[in-house]
């Protein structure tokens, strides 16, 4: 079992930054990625930011130049900053696990609301 909880979301205006947090506890052994998700109201859940277990990392477009996914692999914890926020970003961020011999991310955080405002 992975526990996983993010922080750090909050309320920003636009053109602001925000740093993610996800703490990773438990089997974390057997962690072979990480990724940032969010929500938007009455949107799908979309997939934000992936970081490997080998350190490569994906972005989706709408967040490339603008969102960077790190890890601290001491505090077993992974990143997301944030910067040039949009209002467009505002949702809420769940962090992901995924682990070796299974497909999809079958941990989840709780969330973090990310607000922008215009």
């Known amino acids: 079992q992975v526990q996983l909880v993010e922080s750090g979301g909050g309320l920003v205006q636009a053109g602001g930054s925000l740093r993610l947090s996800c703490a990773a506890s438990g089997s974390i052994f057997s962690i072979n990625a990480m990724g940032w998700y969010r929500q938007a109201p009455g949107k799908q859940r979309e997939l934000v930011a992936v970081?490997?277990?080998?350190?490569?990392?994906n972005y989706a477009d709408s967040v490339k130049g603008r969102f960077t996914i790190f890890r601290d692999n001491a505090k077993n914890t992974v990143y997301l900053q944030m910067n040039s926020l949009k209002p467009e970003d505002t949702a809420i961020y769940y962090c992901?696990?995924?682990?070796?011999?299974?497909?999809?991310?079958?941990?989840w955080g709780q969330g973090t609301q990310v607000t922008v405002s215009s």
């Open positions: 970081i490997t277990s080998g350190g490569s990392t």
């Open positions: 992901a696990a995924g682990i070796s011999g299974s497909t999809g991310w079958p941990y």
